[in-house]
């Protein structure tokens, strides 16, 4: 059942936009809504049969939608479900006579249930791809080198390592999963690899515990334990243990990690590590909207070192990071610096710049494409080159600018077209139908706004004189796209009580008179309005609130 809820959707009625109330109203703003209703779409009002036949289907779609949000347990299940749950004869939703509480919670139970179901078809498979490129050629070579090469000197590039890893999870029960992963690395024409067993199992709400079983060419077989354990509402512990069975014998090693939450976004680490890299680290990571600060230190055989990073987000649809940091110790000192952004619904591509000594100067890009890695480190120079450290910045930058304007946008763009354009071919049928009742709407509103309009004028009120809903367009770099509005005029007029005209959050697409122009774009509402013999105008976005006549809406009569 709540695989074909998934499937299906909710239906399109939104009753709280038709009758132009909040989620949360009251029975009494849902009955004042009602009886205004009824009384313009009341079928005894017309003597025109045509008009009778819309006035009557109107009117029982305004008292369908009454009837659902008046009843507390009609309502809950509407919440959760729409239309669906209530029209569907003999689908076991849930007991009727339980109260909302009890029908939210059913649902829950459902969700879990639903979510249990995927999970045991799911097997997350992560991957990750790096191939390192030995550039150095470009900016440190010997001339002389390459006087006697037919080749005219170009410089030589060379891929001198590469890795290649992948793992799936598997789901057992609720609790358990089965988690195998495998490594193929290679460097300067020697390599290996191992593959990794890994049984999981969540205890408790608190805690779960991991074996590890695992064999490679390398370093010999590997057995492991792991264990999670969150010890308060604002502490965590994290221990390992393993044994690397290789030819120079056994190597045990241990490593517990102690974390806790220091504020709301701040969390503090304690690690302690002992075998072959015995070490003691401590660090502070704060998280927060707009930005993201580490720092760290670390005492240990043979890496010591002290490292300070922070991350800047731009809170853009690109989801654009810039980020720095800087890290010193026994092996040196290092600074990066670095770009990400989102170039698609899933792929993230980003370019850091390292400059060390002794390192010298590299070129990192990765590209995260859903759950894969694709990770490219270019070593440019051994030694800290202004040049290098110049095109390794520039170069990138560059580049994908280029990429973007010439290939990313014009992807994306085409591909939000089409997807569009889908979704007004799936809804072309139901928009048909909208609009037809949206113009049957309108011929009944004719005498009732032809009295509020006579009642506003003789005591100086609110005169709507024009209003339009859809997608407008403004920006002179979108003139190419065409304007999708229909006129509203007659139906917000008919909207407004005692020289007040309120709209609730939801869309205005449901209102009565309205229809949506424009299935899956932006739209907005555009209202040229009168108070008080005094020109006003106001575009307010779909779902937002709106209430006139407004100071701030006044044309002041100098523009």
Known sequence: MAAALDEEGIDNDDY??????????????????????????????????????QAEQ??????????????????AIYDIYGKRGLE??????????????????????????????????RTNPKGTISVGVDATDLFD???????????????????NRMHISQSIEAPLTTTDTAILSGSLSTHNGNGGGNITLALRRVTSAKGWGEVEFGAGDTHGPLFGLKIFRNLTQRCFLTAQCGMQFSPRGVRPGVTTV???????????????????????????????????????????????????????????????????SVKSGFFGTVVEYGAETKISRH???????????????????KLNRASQTYF???????????????????????FYLAIQRLVIKPYVRAQKEQDLEKQRESASSDTAKKKQEAESAVLLMQESVRRIIEAEESKL???????????????????HERAKVIDVTVPLQCLVKDSKLILTEASKSGLPGFYDPCVGEEKSLKVLYQFRGVMHQVLSRDNEPLRIPKQSHRIDADT
């Open 347 to 365: 792929s993230v591509l980003g370019a850091t710049v390292s400059v060390g000594v002794p390192q010298g100067v590299s070129l990192k890009i």
């Open 258 to 324: 102690l974390a806790r939450h220091l504020d709301k976004n701040t969390m503090g680490y304690l690690q302690w590590r002992w075998g072959t890299q015995s070490s003691m680290n401590t660090s502070v990571v704060r998280d927060t909207k707009s930005s993201h600060f580490t720092l760290a230190l670390q005492l240990g055989i043979p890496h010591t070192f002290m490292m300070m990073s922070y991350q800047y987000k731009f809170q853009d649809d690109d989801q654009t990071k810039i980020k720095g």
């Open 58 to 75: 109107l009117f029982n779609l305004v008292h369908q939608a009454y009837e659902v949000l008046s009843d507390p347990q009609s309502r």
């Open 461 to 479: 009120g609110l005169i709507i004189l024009n209003a339009w809903y859809g997608k407008f367009v403004t920006d002179n770099s979108r003139k």
């Open 141 to 159: 070579r010997y001339e002389e080198e390459y006087e006697d090469m037919p080749s005219g000197g170009f410089p030589h590039l060379e891929i």
């Open 16 to 53: 709280y936009s038709l009758l132009n109330v909040r989620r949360e109203a009251t029975q009494e703003e849902l009955k004042a809504s009602y009886r205004r209703l009824c009384m313009l779409y009341h079928p005894d009002k017309h003597r025109d049969p045509e008009l009778k036949r």
């Open 376 to 398: 490219f480190p270019i070593h440019l120079t051994d030694q800290v080159l202004p040049s290098a450290i110049f095109y390794a910045t520039v170069g990138p930058l560059v």
């Open 88 to 121: 569907v004869e003999g689908w076991e939703v849930v007991e009727r006579k339980r109260t909302p509480a009890e029908i939210r919670e059913e649902f829950e139970r459902l969700q879990r249930e639903r979510d249990e179901r995927r999970l045991q078809q």
